[in-house]
């Protein structure tokens, strides 16, 4: 079916900027609606859908649709998948593939790249991305509330976990933000703690990649006002499929510590990180990610600090979804010498994804 488009006729009088402004701005917009989604996907219950593919991460397939919109199907629910345009491709392995996509035998995606196909198992392929796509498509996301009060004891606790990861095949950055603020009625009785974390992951083939990053720290329990830290480690990714991703690496991280009521120290330690990713899609949808980090001294031996964050989401509705999160940081010697040495809590909350 051809289209045929209108012609535009622009005068151009005293102002030329203007209508030339608004003729760059406004036909590319309505050429980039007018073109056809021209994707296929077959489903195992023999359905064909005509749209176009967004991307694939964390075994979903994020499909767009004249229709009814933007949809999403489970990896293992796809039987084939053909596209004449570019995409992105990287398997289990970590081996990436650049070309069209086209159907092959046994459940198999060939990726016709510029020096000949390549047949790849679709139980092995983890992401697909469209080369040249917009940034906010590449962006996912999530945001935590929780509230409590207790009138009799009148304490009023706030808690909030916000977290932004932007995905590429061979890159990743993330954002990460957690806090918790208590009032009592006593103002000393405050019990304040957050983190403000990010992080830049650079993944070298088939699945070593190099991290680094920074953040911001204070908890009123161990005495911290402020934390500014800087890391950087390299690990292997040991585990990327539909369902998990396991990462572990080991590096060094730098600090400058602020205490209550004690002289600003510089740190130097070693960093063992450790982190997993967990995810269904059958509802409703489950996902569960833990972190861990180790922190043994180097200039100061004999210290020890562990921050573990572990987190469980369970969609209620569209996008909507209820959260359970549990923390604990230990540090074996404080900044300050009379605070606690560990601080442990649970929170459950309400959130967004996105």
């Given amino acids: 079916m051809r289209q045929r ?11 030329p900027a203007v209508p030339l402004a608004l003729l760059i701005w406004v036909v590319p917009g309505a050429l980039a609606q007018a073109q056809p989604k021209t994707d296929v996907v077959t489903l195992a219950n023999g359905d064909r859908v005509t749209g176009e593919i ?18 999403y199907f489970e990896w293992d629910k796809v039987v ?10 990287v398997d289990s392995s970590g081996q990436r593939f650049l070309g069209s996509l086209s159907p092959g035998g046994s459940r198999s995606l060939i990726v016709t790249e510029a020096t000949g196909p390549v047949s790849l198992a679709m139980g092995e392929v983890t992401t697909i991305y469209p080369i040249g796509r917009s940034l906010w498509t590449k962006l996912d996301g999530s945001v935590d509330f929780g509230f409590s009060y207790t009138r009799s004891s ?16 061979s ?3 993330r954002v990460a933000l957690s806090g918790s603020m208590t009032q009592t009625s006593d103002e000393e009785g405050r019990d304040d703690r957050g983190t403000l974390q990010g992080s830049f992951y650079r993944y070298y083939r088939p699945t070593w990649f190099v991290a680094a990053g920074a953040g911001l720290e204070t908890n009123e329990s161990l005495g911290l006002k402020l934390r500014t830290q800087v890391a950087l480690s390299v690990g292997p990714k040991l585990v990327n499929t539909n369902h998990a991703q396991l990462w572990v690496s080991a590096g060094l991280s730098v600090n400058h510590e602020q205490g209550s009521d004690v002289e600003p120290t510089d740190n130097l330690e070693a960093i063992l990180s450790f982190r997993t990713s967990y995810y269904l ?26 921050q573990f964050d572990g987190g469980a989401r369970r969609e209620i509705w569209k996008d909507v979804f209820i959260s359970a999160n549990v923390f604990d940081t230990f540090d074996s010697r404080p900044p300050d010498p009379e605070a606690d040495r560990n601080d442990v809590g649970v929170v459950l909350s309400f959130g967004l994804t996105y």
Avoid: M
């Fill in 54 to 71: 967004t991307s694939l991460t964390r075994g979903r397939l994020e499909y767009k649709t004249d229709d009814i919109g933007t949809i």
């Fill in 5 to 15: 488009l209108g012609t535009v006729k622009l005068r151009v009088g005293r102002c």
């Fill in 154 to 169: 009148e304490i009023l606790q706030l808690n909030l976990n916000a977290s932004t990861v932007y995905r590429q095949p």
């Fill in 281 to 306: 899609y059958d509802r409703p949808k489950t996902n569960v990610d833990v972190s861990t980090q180790y922190y043994p001294g180097l200039s100061d031996w004999g210290r020890h600090r562990l």
């Fill in 80 to 89: 084939t998948v053909q596209s004449n345009r570019q995409f992105d491709v």
């Fill in 171 to 173: 890159a990743e950055l």
